[in-house]
């Protein structure tokens, strides 16, 4: 559905960046349902469902950055019991984050529920969150410039290593953090208020990654 009706970003970057066609994903995903209902085909029907309700619970459809962590969540736990395998689940911090979360861009919600939180009380210390970061850099589409200072990216961007990497479940990292979020809306002027916000460093991550520069992805036709 997203590659149909507007290329391949989601449809939140979409309406950032200026691209976005117009008509709200779901509703188009909303009519193709109409159309298969009336045809047979109970797997069909059933896909489309799920297409339809992905669309609704999207971050541009409830209108949320946070997006519906619990039943977002619900998907990888029940993903992981019906096969019982391992799952690494790959997210922005935001919905990694092992605690509620309160983001710059929502702190009149305060600390929401993240998909990661919700992992945690499921699994307890089983669910491992990880938080990959960096200091500044060029992400080929805007240049990301250096934190503020008070915030965790610039703690770990004081060492003026090119890479390390912390496990805080060896302690020493109380108490409250900022760090910044970047995420497929991130734009320089709205520096300030790109980030979020949890209670505990520790409660929140388990492992911290940081690069100190990071630069475009350059393709390989090899």
Known sequence: MRDQVGGQHDEHVQRARGLHPGRPFAEHARDA???VEQSPGALVL??????VDF?????AGRDNHAGDARTWAGSIIAHQQRTGRRVAYWDGIAHTSAAPATLGLAPHRGPQPTVGSVLRDH???RYVSAA????HGDLGTVTVPAPAPDWLDARLGATDRPAHWLDLRDGGWDGPMRARVISGVYHPSRDAAEHLAVASLPDAFDVLV???????????TA
């Open 33 to 35: 349902l109409a159309i």
């Open 46 to 51: 059933e896909r489309m469902r799920l297409i």
């Open 55 to 59: 669309h609704q619970r999207s971050v």
């Open 123 to 125: 699994y307890g210390t």
């Open 132 to 135: 990959i970061g960096f200091h």
């Open 210 to 220: 940081h690069l100190r520069q990071v630069s475009p992805v350059r393709w390989s």
